[in-house]
């Protein structure tokens, strides 16, 4: 079970770090993504990591703003924001699947395990 927390309402330029829990076992057995939905929008692909961390994938559109990053030892994840713009606007999920590949997936089908989402709200 994966538990997403960290969102908030921010302005433009400001930063936030999610974070991913999970409950489970075996958590470094597991690649973690990062998806995000807009308003009237689908959800989209932001990130992911390996399960060892040594493979990150950011989409162009956070590249260079948002840092993917794990702490295995505390079955956790994380998703720094820094840079935010009013586009980033979205609900954050995070998404896993236990897989050792270091080519990072990006389709949301491809992970079976997903958090609650968080909101993240940046006003300009």
């Known amino acids: 079970q994966l538990q997403a927390s960290g969102g908030g309402l921010v302005q433009a330029g400001d930063s936030l770090r999610l974070s991913c829990a999970s409950s489970g076992r075996l958590f470094s057995n597991y690649m973690v993504g990062w998806f995000r939905q807009g308003p009237g929008r689908e959800r989209e692909f932001v990130g992911g990591?390996?399960?060892?961390?040594?493979?990150?994938y950011y989409e162009d559109s956070v590249k260079g703003r948002f840092t993917i990053s794990r702490d295995n030892a505390n079955s956790t994840a994380y998703l720094q924001m820094n840079s935010l713009k009013s586009e980033d606007t979205a609900v954050y999920y995070c998404?896993?699947?236990?897989?050792?590949?270091?080519?990072?997936?990006?389709?949301?089908?491809?992970?079976?395990?997903w958090g609650q989402g968080t909101q993240v709200t940046v006003s300009s």
């Open positions: 998404s896993a699947r236990s897989t050792t590949s270091r080519v990072i997936y990006m389709i949301r089908r491809h992970y079976n395990h």
């Open positions: 990591i390996s399960a060892s961390g040594d493979s990150i």
